[in-house]
């Protein structure tokens, strides 16, 4: 049975990914799938499962597009998925459930769902993608607010709460993150072009005394506390990787607050 529900779906060459991922959002009234100009046949794909093409010029993350078009769609509630992300089937029913009772949904703007992350189609246990974490998958685009800010540009209205469907077992996103290193540092970099911005404009303030300690905490937060150990060298890599990473994201927001002042 189709659910009242519209559905983003945003991706650059990513055909084999959509042959998997499309199917699972075959519940949706509405699927709109926003093409970043690929150059194989995502579009072709798309369209056979039934989603309505749109073409858009390329941005640097899909936060852009849910703020553009997430008032401009036929349902009231939006699904917010990726190419490499696969709902399971239980996932799914825990879903329609909750849709064939709307009284539990009169005052949410936001359903959260458990979300396991793969690393060249590994389950990552540890680090800091690691584990059972959780992530916004549906929200009342009504009671929701979209920023054009990566990674910190969604939120819940005030008046307004999050339902979370809580883990099972079986019941959560299957998110296939990154099929190799290089995809890694090429995501992560066009990340890096706005993460200043983002952080400066939420209120975070970066110091020259946090830039120098920040790689050693983040390094010891990903392989110890979130025991990335467990995946072997993955692990140790994927930790290092963060540690570069939350380093890099601070000097870009430390020169963003120095140009600002500037202004």
Known sequence: MKLP?????????????????LPMLAFCSEILYFDLGSEDDSREVAASFGASVILHEKVDSCEWIHAKF?????????????????????????????????????????????WIFYFKNRKLTGTHWG???????????KRFEFKTLIHVGRKVLPGYSTFHIEYTGKNFIHHYWMSGYKK??????????????????????????????????????SYKSRQGYKDGFTGLFLSAFWAWYECTAQIKNYNYQRSAKKK
Request: hydrophobic residues 35%; proline residues 4%.
């Open 5 to 21: 529900v519209s559905a983003i779906v945003v991706g650059y060459n990513e055909a084999r990914l959509l042959k998997n991922s």
């Open 131 to 141: 584990g059972i974490s959780r992530r916004t998958l549906l929200v009342h685009h």
């Open 184 to 221: 890694l540092f090429e995501k992560h970099l066009r990340y890096l072009r706005n993460e200043g911005e983002a952080r400066y404009k939420t209120g975070r303030r970066a110091t020259i005394k946090g830039i120098i300690t920040e790689p050693y905490r983040s390094f010891k937060y």
């Open 70 to 114: 997430a008032n401009s769609i036929q349902h009231e509630w939006l699904l917010i998925t990726d190419p490499d992300e696969l709902l399971s089937q239980e996932l799914i029913d825990e879903i329609s459930m909750l849709f064939n009772e709307p009284d539990q949904l009169k005052e949410v703007g936001e359903i959260t769902a458990p």
